[in-house]
């Protein structure tokens, strides 16, 4: 009879040791959604990955032009923050659907990139309208900043009239250099954090075009509210910040 007594409970503690083991293993860590504009794209998907080996929060990026994901979210998508490339797309939604202020932690620059195996570079605006140069590559300027930048240069300069029937539009930044490296157009306005060593990239001068400004906030529908702005902390700390200089942003 004792030895049932002690088999049923060795048995029972068993059971719960298994159970308390399933409990820890289905415990699902937090996982943040991130809404990022498109010229983003290496510089947080780097600090996406030093941040997850910091903490045990999952970094999950959706990158695309701010209109683009401003619809997304307005639509109802589950995204935890939204990073556009400017503080105007926060217009868009009710102040309640903001859960704190916008603050900007980088200043992007915008240049135009020809391939380097190419015959030609480009060492002004004007030099886009040489007849070697059929198709240019621009972000659209209705829901893209960097789009929107890249034209206000070209007018600045007097030729977006004369350019205009070359232009070839990309649905964000990262499509426009896209179109490039698949030889899809002769020269592509990109992100200064997007050139790599394939290209040619003429940085443009920053007085041609508004302040490309890159704020981020927590969006309300999130429910991982500590951990987003924990995340957004990360974003200006000294670490952070020279990975993003090393992507070619200014912090202001």
């Known amino acids: ?12 503690a068993f059971c719960l040791v298994v159970i308390i083991s399933g409990c820890a293993t289905v415990e699902k860590k937090p996982e943040l959604h991130i809404a990022a504009a498109s010229n983003l794209v290496q510089a947080f998907t780097e600090l996406g990955e030093e941040y997850e080996k910091e903490t045990n929060v999952k970094i999950v990026f959706s990158f695309g032009s701010s209109g683009q994901l401003t619809e997304q979210i307005l639509n109802g998508a589950p995204f935890d923050i939204f990073a556009p490339a400017s503080p105007s797309f926060y217009r868009n939604f009710h102040t309640e659907a903001l859960l704190d202020d916008q603050p900007v932690f980088a200043l992007g620059r915008i240049g135009v990139a020809t391939l380097r195996e190419q015959d030609f570079t480009i060492t002004k605006l004007e030099d886009l309208l040489d007849d070697a140069i059929i198709k240019v590559a621009i972000a659209n300027p209705e829901h893209a900043p960097y789009g929107l930048a890249a034209k206000q240069a070209l007018e600045q300069a007097g030729i977006w009239d004369d350019i205009e029937e070359k232009l070839v539009y990309g649905r964000n930044i990262s499509d426009t250099f896209t179109l490039l490296e698949t030889g899809n157009v002769e020269a592509a306005f990109i992100a200064l954090s997007l050139k790599d060593e394939k290209v040619n990239f003429m ?6 075009h508004e302040v490309l400004e890159q704020p981020i906030s927590v969006l309300s529908t999130t429910k991982y509210q500590e951990e987003a702005r924990q995340f957004i902390e990360f974003l200006f700390s000294e670490e952070a910040q020279i990975i993003l200089e090393k992507y070619g942003y200014s912090i202001p």
């Open 1 to 12: 009879m004792m030895k049932n007594k002690s088999f049923i409970g060795l048995y029972v």
């Open 203 to 208: 940085l443009i001068d920053d007085h041609m």
